[in-house]
């Protein structure tokens, strides 16, 4: 099993600018490329993504091509991306300096064949008919005989060729992609921070009350986020204020995954030395009665 135990894991959209969008709790034997798109079409709020990153776990061919005709840009972070197969438009087609990355050529009639439904499917998707979990899930189990998924697979197999090149040599899109899945990382540390009882497992069996846990837990991380960045924004203030110059790269590098100041267990003051307080005449009233 996935992390080495039973059980499930926390899947978490995060926003660029730190903020946790929609987390849902999935299997740990599935391949989370399943329920990358899941998220951000159930999300409702007012920020609507048009890309998304992942890691190697995020993607597939078939989630590329899905994420393709539903208008979301995959960027995912590919460990050993040099190991993945890269494909020709044709088989005769060669290319100066970088032909020998290439070592197969893309099925262009088994997408035409069945590029209707293909397009049926993603309107189904969208018109929240049928979740894109349930779907990949089902052409997964059915992959070698399945042609929708083979579909899929083939137009996936493109759009992963065109970002694949464009990842190697575009050394910029790289430092992004790395900084964006760097601040997933970095979430995924001050959640566990922060959900510290229990070392941050969930032992209830109950669905629902797992799916709780997750969001009640990424409220109160979205509210300290919240708190630490009015607390940032004070201390830049009293800099400025003071004659400080602030620069403005400086202030990009700070992150409101901050957790030094915060009392997560509390402050408890114990003075043995000063007597309890007495209780008022109506709690005695209450405890007579009970």
Known sequence: MRYGSYGG?????????????????????VWEAVYILDGLLKNKSDVQPDTIHADTQGQSTPVFGLSHLLGIKLMPRIRNFKK???????PAMKYTHIDSLFSDSIDWDLIQLHWKDLLQVVLSIKHGKISSAMLLRKLGNYSQKNKLYQAFRELGRVVRTVFLLQYIAD?????????????????????KWLFFGGDGIIADNDPEQQEKSIKYGDLVANAVIFQNVVDLTAVVRQLRREGYYVDSDDLSALSPYLTEHIKRFGDY?????????????????ELEIA
């Open 171 to 191: 050394i910029d899109l790289r430092r992004k992609i790395t900084a964006t899945t760097n601040k997933v990382e970095a979430y995924n540390g001050f959640s």
């Open 269 to 285: 003051v114990i003075d043995l030395d000063k007597p309890p307080q007495p209780l008022d005449g109506k709690l005695e009233l």
């Open 9 to 29: 894991i926390a899947y978490h959209h995060i926003a660029d600018n730190y903020i946790a969008l929609f987390s849902h709790f999935i299997p740990c034997e």
């Open 84 to 90: 993945l197969t890269f494909f020709r438009p044709s």
